[in-house]
C-alpha cells in the first residue's frame, strides 16, 4: 500500500528513534522524503538505508533552533521534493530531569522551549506558507504524554514545553481548517530511543517502578508503533481528524 506516493515529506529530527522510524515508513509507502537533523553521519545513514531498500530520501544539517536555518529547511524541502505535502516536527530534547521545578535552571528552561517549541513554532510558520501556495497540506507535530499531563520526573521544562506543542497544533488546526491543512499532534508515552534508553539502562529499578505506576501496559513502545500513528494522522485514512492530540502511550494519560 503506498499512501504517500509521490508526495513531499519533511522529517524534522529524522537521525534517530521515532523521527528516523517514520522516514523509513514514508519512504517504505513511496513518499520523497527529506529528513533533517544536527548529525550528518547519523542522517545520511537512514538515507543510505531508506536507499537500500529502493527509497526516495534526502538529508539536509539543519539545526531547529536555528531560525535561518528552518527557513533553508523548508526551500530546500520544496526545491528536492516540489512542494510539502506532510510535515513531521519530531525534532526535540528532554532537558534536565529528576528535579523539582525551583531547581531548574533559566538557562536549562529556554534551552528545551527553543528546541522543543520555539522550533515547531517557526517550522509551521514556513512549512504552512508553502502549504498555502500549492492548496494545502498535513502537520504532524510530536508532542509526548507529558503534553496532556503534569510530570511524574521532575522535568517541568519539558512538559511545559510538550502542552505548549499541543496548544499549538490546536491553534492552527483551527486557524487553517478551512485552508486544506490538517495539523494533529502525536503524543507518545515511554518509547525506546536515544532519549530514553540511557535512562532505562541507567536507573532501571526507579524507572521499572515509574512504568508500573503510570502505565498500564507496564512496557515501553517500540518506534514503529508510534511511527504507525503518524503515518494515519498523516495519510487521508483521517481526513476529518484535525486539531487532534493522539495517545499512544499505553494507556498513561486515561490512568
Known amino acids: 500500500m503506498d499512501r504517500f506516493e509521490g508526495m513531499g515529506v519533511l522529517v524534522t529530527g529524522g537521525t534517530s528513534g521515532i523521527g528516523a522510524e517514520c522516514a523509513r515508513h514514508f519512504a517504505a509507502e513511496g513518499a520523497r522524503v527529506m529528513i533533517s537533523g544536527r548529525r550528518e553521519d547519523a542522517g545520511r545513514a537512514v538515507v543510505a538505508g531508506i536507499r537500500a531498500r529502493g527509497g526516495d530520501a534526502k538529508f539536509m544539517r539543519a539545526d531547529v533552533t536555528r531560525p535561518d536555518d528552518i527557513v533553508r529547511l523548508v526551500d530546500e524541502t520544496v526545491s528536492a521534493c516540489g512542494r510539502i505535502d506532510i510535515a513531521f516536527n519530531n525534532a526535540g530534547i528532554a532537558g534536565e530531569a529528576m528535579k523539582p521545578l525551583h531547581e531548574h535552571a533559566l538557562e536549562g528552561w529556554e534551552t528545551v522551549m527553543a528546541a522543543n517549541l520555539t522550533s515547531v513554532f517557526l517550522c509551521m510558520k514556513h512549512e504552512i506558507s508553502a502549504m498555502l501556495k500549492t492548496g494545502g497540506g498535513v502537520i504532524v507535530n510530536n508532542a509526548s504524554a507529558y503534553g496532556l499531563k503534569a510530570s511524574t520526573v521532575g522535568h517541568t521544562p519539558y512538559t511545559v514545553s ?94
Open 162 to 255: 510538550k502542552h505548549g506543542v499541543v496548544s499549538l497544533t490546536r491553534t492552527a488546526a483551527v486557524e487553517y481548517a478551512t485552508a486544506n491543512i490538517r495539523v494533529n499532534a502525536v503524543c507518545p508515552g515511554w518509547t525506546h530511543s536515544e532519549m530514553v534508553d540511557p535512562v532505562l539502562d541507567a536507573m532501571p529499578d526507579q524507572m521499572n517502578a515509574i512504568l508500573k505506576a503510570d502505565v498500564p501496559m507496564n512496557r515501553v513502545a517500540d518506534t514503529a508503533e508510534i511511527a504507525r500513528a503518524v503515518l494515519w494522522l498523516a495519510s487521508g485514512e483521517s481526513s476529518y481528524v484535525t486539531g487532534h492530540a493522539l495517545c499512544v502511550d499505553g494507556g498513561w494519560v486515561a490512568r
